[in-house]
């Protein structure tokens, strides 16, 4: 089956299968570092991501010391939590509403494997 | 409101917005290159486009005749057609369906023009 990658454009924020990831990353992790290097992504990017998540919406999402180099604990606060819950359920949701039309755009693709015959049409 | 930017990955091909809106182009306005340049997107990436898609759907999407300086037409098939018409009905239902709780996750937003606030909490 397919799947959705969703990103929800508000009018001054963004959130999606990135900032997602990272926040999954950072609640197994307890690190914005590590779950930024479990993405191949810079220490730098991941904070200004976590910032950046944190100026928009009311309450922060991630409550963190930045540490040294051994590195500060972060965690999701309840916010944090809720954000990703909602995203995942609007994924699902929207997965489920549209799964008979990605079906009938599944069943006009290319058959797998079989790709040389499609470009040599 | 807010829009969903959806991107659709199935076993070997993707088809999300940018290909939405290139296949758009081509059928507003009959050429590849008059598409691509609309999305400030050079013409041989547009062309690249167009080949993967003819490539990863059974029937193509484009039809087209490579065209000297002057430019080949171009126009999408039935295919392309209803491609793109069951692309549009997937986010609309995708919408539809998560429209509540896309609607919870904004009130949660730092309203528009407040973001210093938020930033120094």
């Known amino acids: 089956m397919a799947t959705l990658k969703l990103r929800i454009l508000f009018n001054e924020a963004m959130f999606g299968p990135g900032k997602a990831e990272l926040l999954e ?9 590590a779950a930024g290097r479990q993405m191949q992504m810079s220490y730098k990017r991941a904070w200004m991501l ?8 009311i309450q922060p999402l991630v409550a963190s010391t ?16 809720d954000v990703l819950r909602l995203y995942h359920d609007i994924v699902d ?29």
Do not use: W, Y
């Not at 990353?25 to 570092?33: K, L, P």
């Not at 976590?50 to 919406?57: G, L, P, S, T």
């Open 50 to 57: 976590v910032e950046e998540m944190n100026a928009a919406f």
């Open 25 to 33: 990353g950072i609640r197994d992790t307890g690190s914005i570092a």
């Open 93 to 121: 949701r929207a997965l489920a509403a549209s799964a008979g039309q990605i079906c009938i755009l599944e069943a006009m693709l290319t058959p797998p494997g079989n790709n040389d015959v499609a470009e040599g049409k």
């Open 66 to 81: 930045r540490g040294g180099p051994g590195g500060g604990g972060a965690q999701l606060t309840e916010t944090g939590h």
